[in-house]
């Protein structure tokens, strides 16, 4: 195996990681604002929603 080959597969874990720690913390950032009624759960589910969608479009586009 290829120095190359280890160093891409690093980058594309450490890009779903992040993209699984973005989601979590919209997670939690948006319950407490649903909690706290300054945001309603609709407009919660419709964010999550487009942010999961953009994150597998550049997923892919960045090929991991």
């Known amino acids: ?5 280890v160093n891409v597969n ?3 874990y450490d890009v779903q990681l992040f993209s699984l720690s ?3 913390a919209t997670l939690y950032y948006g319950g407490h604002l649903v909690m706290n009624n300054l945001m309603s759960g ?3 589910v ?4 487009y942010q999961m969608q ?5 997923e892919v ?3 991991c």
Request: proline fraction near 0%; hydrophobic fraction near 75%.
């Open 46 to 49: 419709a964010f999550v929603l």
């Open 1 to 5: 195996m290829s120095l190359l080959l």
């Open 10 to 12: 690093v980058v594309c």
């Open 61 to 63: 586009y960045s090929s």
């Open 42 to 44: 609709a407009d919660l």
């Open 22 to 24: 973005l989601v979590v």
């Open 54 to 58: 953009l994150g597998f479009a550049l």
